[in-house]
């Protein structure tokens, strides 16, 4: 009985750290994204592969990154939120949405479903909140 406690705790501390650990790459998804667009990288954005962590940056983002590279400049946060937005924004297939803030405040919303087969992000669609 005292090894099965075991091991359920075991598997339920390394369940939760996969999840931190998820969380923080869907952050850093953002924080690439914006960092790359604020120093004038907005075209290495677009393609497979482009950036950490996500299977495909269509040039739709890659241009929508561009035009707010001058407001991403000046400072920028991104909130990483569970779950999807929704309707009629989202769709229930999202595993996570960003929203980046600038001065002038929520700027681009980016929805995200992790993909744990191939261990990447899919950006599902953008939205201005």
């Given amino acids: ?5 075991l091991i359920c705790l075991v598997l339920s501390v390394v369940g939760c750290g996969h999840t931190w650990q998820v969380n923080r790459r869907a952050t850093g998804v953002g924080n690439t994204l914006c960092a790359r667009a604020a120093t004038g990288q907005s075209e290495t954005l ?8 996500v299977a495909f940056v269509d040039g739709k983002l ?16 991104v ?6 937005v929704p309707p009629p924004v989202g ?3 999202a ?3 960003l ?15 992790y993909d744990a087969a191939g261990d990447v992000f899919h950006i599902l ?5």
């Fill in 62 to 77: 890659a241009e929508e990154m561009r035009s707010l590279s001058g407001e991403l400049a000046r400072g920028y946060s």
């Fill in 125 to 129: 669609s953008t939205w201005t909140p």
């Fill in 79 to 84: 909130k990483r939120h569970a779950g999807d």
């Fill in 46 to 53: 677009a393609g497979s592969h482009s950036i950490p962590d």
């Fill in 1 to 5: 009985m005292k090894k099965l406690l």
């Fill in 91 to 93: 769709d229930a297939t």
């Fill in 95 to 97: 595993t996570h949405h």
């Fill in 99 to 113: 929203i980046i803030h600038t001065e002038s405040g929520a700027v681009l919303g980016i929805r995200l479903r």
